[in-house]
């Protein structure tokens, strides 16, 4: 059964480097997606990327935040300058067309800014 | 303001037993309401949707209830089993909002042996 994966599984970076998640969406997927949950918090929304574009984004993802699908396959989220509140999980999810609702989630990062 | 939130942060069972969580909701506009699990160092599973214009939908072991009069939705799971034991969080999708889902707090499930 095909599946979402992402690297690192744990990143930890000093407080102002640029980090890099990375994801592999399921190949026939359309709509790709980043989420991210603090911990003991419930996963928060943060960008929407359709048609190799941003179709909408949360008011967490804001211009420290950028994402990118460079090559079909691999789907991105940097964040420029992290700060100690972007340490959380990072999903990445996908879906096909039309099923928004039945998104599919990857592992997630773990990323640590200390 | 708008918000998807949960009755208990907890719930514990006893294996074989049937288990009920519940989510409520505050704004109508929604079009899916939306179950997932998320076990220890996973991501979310799907699990079951059901449609706005719909009060109930079955799974495999699985029954949704929504209660649009009330806004409250619920998650039935028979004959829990310890593989059950997760966090389970309720969300929901609306057209206007285009794709993305808005998660509730999450309750955790714990099937005791």
């Known amino acids: 059964e095909p599946e979402v994966t992402q690297t690192p599984s744990h990143q930890v970076t000093q407080m102002g480097q640029e980090v890099i998640l990375r994801c592999v969406p399921i190949s026939n997927h359309l709509y790709f997606y980043w989420y991210r949950q603090i911990l003991g918090q419930k996963v928060e929304f943060l960008v929407s990327?359709?048609?190799?574009?941003?179709?909408?984004k949360s008011e967490i993802f804001d211009d420290q935040f950028s994402v990118e699908r460079p090559d079909g396959s691999n789907f991105t989220l940097k964040i420029r300058s992290t700060k100690l509140e972007d340490s959380a999980m990072y999903f990445c999810?996908?879906?096909?067309?039309?099923?928004?609702?039945?998104?599919?989630f990857g592992p997630g990062t773990r990323l640590t800014v200390t | 303001g708008e918000s998807v939130g949960l009755h208990l942060p907890t719930l514990s069972v006893q294996e074989g037993d049937n288990s009920i969580i519940n989510c409520a909701y505050s704004n109508s506009a929604s079009d899916y309401f939306i179950w997932y699990k998320q076990e220890s160092g996973k991501g979310p599973q799907f699990i079951i949707d059901i449609r706005s214009n719909m009060d109930k939908r079955q799974g495999q072991r699985v029954t949704v209830l929504l209660n649009k009069t009330v806004k409250h939705l619920s998650l039935q799971i028979a004959a829990t089993q310890p593989g059950d034991s997760a966090v389970y969080f309720c969300?929901?999708?609306?057209?206007?909002?285009?794709?993305?889902?808005?998660f509730g707090e999450g309750t955790q499930l714990t099937v005791n042996p």
């Open positions: 999810a996908g879906n096909s067309q039309g099923a928004h609702y039945e998104q599919y």
């Open positions: 969300a929901e999708n609306r057209k206007t909002s285009g794709s993305r889902l808005t």
């Open positions: 990327f359709y048609n190799n574009e941003i179709s909408e």
